[in-house]
């Protein structure tokens, strides 16, 4: 033991394995730059993909294609009007996510 530490009072205050690996999986979400652009401008926005697009700089495809990872680590969400579909975070803590990485990455 280092410093008299209670091992067994830090193994009972870990998450589980399961929660490790979900957490791992919604940080991999966020090594893609397109996605964190992404991310980015639906900060304060509701946005279609064209305008996504035009914003991050990809094609509609493209777009698309990194919107369906992003809502299937539930970090956006989508409502259609008539044939459009527009996109937005999903809660407030992925805006925290963002905000605090944005943070961190200027203190260093």
């Known amino acids: 033991m280092i410093d008299n530490v209670d091992i067994n009072k830090i193994q009972k205050?870990?998450?589980?394995?399961?929660?490790i690996i979900d957490i791992a999986e919604l940080f991999k979400v966020f090594a893609d730059s397109t996605r964190v652009k992404i991310i980015n401008v639906l900060l304060e926005n509701k946005l279609c993909v064209s305008d996504i697009a035009t914003l991050v700089g990809g094609t509609q495809s493209a777009i698309s294609h990194q919107l369906r990872i992003l809502k299937s680590a539930k970090l956006v969400?989508?409502?259609?009007?008539?044939?459009?579909?527009?996109?937005?975070?999903s809660d407030d803590h992925v805006k925290k996510l963002f905000n605090i990485g944005k943070e961190h990455i200027n203190e260093i």
């Open 77 to 89: 969400k989508y409502t259609k009007i008539g044939k459009t579909v527009y996109y937005e975070l």
């Open 13 to 19: 205050e870990l998450i589980e394995e399961d929660t």
